[in-house]
C-alpha cells in the first residue's frame, strides 16, 4: 500500500493528470487506503483530475470532425463517445469505491461530478447530481451553480444535429415547446417554453442568491445564456446595462468616438469580464441571428475592460457568420432560417478582420475550411486556390507534429523502425476515399448512460484501454488532429469538380476549366477523389481512373466543339451523339479523348 502511496505524491509532484488518475485508481483498490489518506490530499488528487485534461482538448478537435459521418477512424483512435465513457467510468469507479466504505460525499466530490457532467454536456446527469446534492444536505457554492447552468444550457451539444439547433428560429422553438417527450432528434438537449431553459435558469438564479451564495461574472454569463435559448434579448440587454453598464441598443447607433469605454470595475471583482464572458456574449447574439451586434457587444467589452478577444470566441463569430450568410432554399425559407441573413461577402470582410490588425488572428483548419467553401460558392478560383495552398501547410505541420510524436514514442518504446526507412504511418490514409464522412454523435443517452461500473474491470483495464499516460493522449489527439485535416483538404479537392459550378460562362471561366482546374487538381493531386470519380466540363467529363496504380486522367466525350482544347489532346473528332459515351481508359475508342498525364506528388 505504501508503495501505491509513493506513486499517488510522485504522480502529485509532477502535476500530471493522466499520471495521477492512473496511481490513484491502482493504490485505491486497497480500500483501507482511501481510509487512511488525509483529506487535503484527496482533494488535491480530486482538483488534479479535472475533466479538462482529459476532454477539453479532443472535445476542441471533435468540434468540427464530426459533422462527417465515416465508417472507421485512423487506427488506435477513440471515437468521442468512448473517451468521453472511459473518463467517466474510471471516476465512477473511485466514487463507487468510496461509497463502499459508507463515506459521504463532500462539496469537492459533487463539485468535481457536476464538473464532469459539465464538461460531456449532459444536463439529465447535472440535474440528478444536485438534486442528489441538495438531499444529502450539501450546500452547493458558486462553482456548482456555475456547472449546473452550463450544462443545462449547453445539454447534448457535443450532438452535431442539437449544437446546430440552437439558433433561435421559429422552427426550433416550435419543437422544443412541443417536443416533451424529446423524441425529435437534433432537440433532446433542453425545452422551451412552460418549465423551458429560461424558467429554470432563472429559478435556480433567484435560489443562489436567496440562499446568500455569491454571483461572479460566470453566474451571469449562464444567466444570459439561459434567457438566449428561448430568444429573451431584452432580458439579456437587462442584465449587461445593470452589471457592465453597456447599453446594446446605444452602441449599435454610435460611432467610437462618441463611446467612453469608462471601467468602474477593479480587475479584483467577481464580476470583472473574461473570455469567457465575450465568448458567451458572441455566442448568444448569433445563435439569435444578430451577428452585428455580436461583433460591436464583444468589440466594446474588449477595449473597455482591456479583454482580448481569444481564439475560441473568434472561431464562433466566424462560424455564426457562415451560417448565417449561407443561402436558403426551399422549405428553408418558410421555416425562419432566413432570419439574420448575411452576403456572402460577410465571411471574407470578417476573414480580413481578424488576420490584420490589431487581432493578428492565425486561422484555424476549421476557419479555412469555412473562408474554401464559401469562396466556391462565389467562384473566386484564385483566392479559393490560394487558401487552399495555405490550409495545407497549416495540415502538413500536423502531419510533421504526428510524425515527431510518433518517433518520439518509438524512441522511448525501443520499437524498430521498417527497414524501408518508412514510417507504418506515413502512408495511413493512402488507398482511403477521401470522400468518406466522420460518423455524427450518438444520442444523447447514448454517450453519457453509465450506470454501472462492471465488476470485474480493474485498474489495469483502465491502464491499458481507458485511463492514457499523457504522451498516449496527446498522440491519440494528434491522430485526430491530423486526420480531420487531411479529411478537409481532400473535401476541398472535391470542391474543384463539385456540380456544374465551374461551368464557362466567359473566356476566365474557360481558362479555368482548361488550364486552372487541371493545375489545382495536380497540385492536390495527393488528396483526390476515389477511383472512378468524375466531374463534368463544358465539353464532357473527365473520370480519374478506375485503380490508383496510374496517375492519368480520362476524358469521357458528352459533345465538344472542333476546337483545341488546351491541355487536351484530341484523337480523332469524330462529333459522337451526345448521348453517347466514349471512354479512353475502358474502350481505348479513337473517338476518345485523352488528358496528358499528371504525375502523383506522393511518389
Given at each position: ?47 488534479a ?94 462553482l ?7 450544462a ?5 451539444g ?36 412552460y418549465?423551458g ?67 468602474d ?25 444578430q ?9 466594446v ?23 448565417l ?50 469562396l ?7 483566392e479559393?486556390i ?9 495540415h ?57 461500473v ?22 491519440e ?8 485535416d ?11 469538380m ?32 476515389r ?9 464532357g ?42 471512354s479512353?481508359?475502358s ?17
Amino acid at each position: 500500500m505504501w508503495r501505491e502511496h509513493s506513486a499517488v505524491l510522485e504522480a502529485l509532484q509532477e502535476e500530471q493528470p493522466h499520471s495521477i488518475l492512473r496511481a490513484f485508481l491502482q493504490a485505491s483498490e486497497n480500500p483501507h487506503y482511501i481510509q487512511i489518506l488525509p483529506a487535503t490530499t484527496l482533494a488535491e488528487i480530486l482538483r488534479a483530475i479535472d475533466p479538462v485534461h482529459f476532454l477539453d482538448q479532443y472535445k476542441d478537435v471533435f468540434h468540427d470532425f464530426q459533422t462527417y459521418r465515416v465508417d472507421h477512424l485512423p487506427r488506435n483512435v477513440r471515437s468521442l463517445k468512448q473517451i468521453f465513457i472511459d473518463y467517466r467510468e474510471a471516476i465512477q469507479l473511485i466514487l463507487l469505491r468510496w461509497r463502499r466504505l459508507d463515506r459521504s460525499f463532500g462539496i469537492i466530490e459533487y463539485r468535481l461530478m457536476l464538473n464532469i457532467a459539465r464538461s460531456v454536456k449532459d444536463g439529465k446527469t447535472a440535474l440528478a447530481i444536485f438534486k442528489s446534492m441538495r438531499a444529502d444536505q450539501v450546500q452547493p457554492d458558486t462553482l456548482c451553480y456555475n456547472y449546473l447552468f452550463e450544462a443545462r444550457s449547453w445539454s447534448n451539444g457535443c450532438n452535431p444535429l442539437e449544437r446546430w439547433r440552437f439558433r433561435v428560429i421559429p422552427r426550433n422553438i416550435n419543437l422544443r415547446q412541443t417536443n416533451r417527450d424529446r423524441s425529435e432528434r437534433g432537440f433532446q438537449g433542453y425545452e422551451a417554453g412552460y418549465r423551458g431553459i429560461r424558467e429554470e435558469t432563472i429559478r435556480n438564479f433567484d435560489r443562489m442568491r436567496m440562499s446568500g451564495i455569491v454571483t461572479d461574472v460566470d453566474t451571469f454569463g449562464q444567466l444570459m445564456l439561459g434567457m438566449a435559448r428561448e430568444g429573451d434579448i431584452q432580458g439579456v440587454k437587462s442584465v449587461l446595462k445593470r452589471i457592465w453598464d453597456v447599453a446594446v441598443d446605444s452602441i449599435l447607433h454610435e460611432d467610437d468616438s462618441s463611446l467612453l469605454f469608462e471601467n468602474d470595475l477593479p480587475p479584483s471583482s467577481p464580476l470583472y469580464p473574461n473570455q469567457s464572458l465575450l465568448f458567451t456574449i458572441a455566442h448568444i447574439f448569433c445563435i439569435n441571428n444578430q451577428l452585428p451586434a455580436a461583433l460591436r457587444v464583444v468589440d466594446v467589452f474588449s477595449r473597455k475592460y482591456a479583454v482580448e478577444i481569444d481564439l475560441r470566441t473568434w472561431a464562433e463569430l466566424f462560424e455564426w457568420t457562415f451560417v448565417l450568410a449561407t443561402r436558403r432554399y426551399g422549405k428553408s425559407k418558410s421555416d425562419g432560417s432566413d432570419l439574420g441573413q448575411l452576403p456572402l461577402a460577410s465571411v471574407e470582410n470578417l476573414w480580413v478582420t481578424m488576420i490584420s490588425e490589431p487581432y493578428n488572428i492565425n486561422p484555424t483548419m476549421p476557419m479555412y475550411n469555412r473562408r474554401i467553401r464559401t469562396l466556391w460558392k462565389r467562384q473566386m478560383y484564385d483566392e479559393m486556390i490560394l487558401a487552399m495552398q495555405a490550409g495545407r501547410k497549416l495540415h502538413n505541420f500536423q502531419h510533421r507534429r504526428l510524425q515527431r510524436k510518433l518517433a518520439s514514442q518509438q524512441r522511448r518504446t525501443h520499437e524498430v523502425q521498417p527497414t524501408d526507412g518508412t514510417n507504418p504511418d506515413d502512408n495511413v490514409y493512402e488507398g482511403m476515399d477521401s470522400n468518406i464522412m466522420l460518423p455524427a454523435a450518438a444520442k444523447d443517452d447514448d454517450v453519457l448512460e453509465v450506470t454501472n461500473v462492471p465488476e470485474h474491470k480493474t485498474s489495469s483495464d483502465y491502464e491499458a484501454d481507458g485511463v492514457m499516460t499523457h504522451e498516449q493522449a496527446s498522440l491519440e489527439c494528434a491522430r485526430i488532429h491530423e486526420f480531420r485535416d487531411f479529411i478537409m483538404v481532400s473535401r476541398w479537392a472535391r470542391l474543384l469538380m463539385a456540380g456544374s459550378r465551374w461551368v464557362p460562362s466567359n473566356e476566365r471561366d474557360l481558362k479555368w476549366e482548361r488550364i486552372g482546374a487541371p493545375d489545382a487538381i495536380r497540385s492536390f493531386w495527393y488528396y483526390r477523389p476515389r477511383p472512378g470519380f468524375c466531374y463534368n466540363i463544358s465539353t464532357g467529363k473527365i473520370q480519374f481512373p478506375p485503380s490508383r496504380g496510374e496517375p492519368e486522367f480520362v476524358l469521357t466525350v458528352v459533345r465538344h466543339d472542333a476546337s483545341q482544347m488546351a491541355g487536351v489532346e484530341i484523337v480523332q473528332d469524330t462529333r459522337p451523339p451526345p448521348t453517347a459515351l466514349y471512354s479512353a481508359w475502358s474502350n481505348p475508342s479513337p473517338r476518345g479523348l485523352k488528358v496528358s498525364t499528371i504525375p502523383h506528388p506522393g511518389g
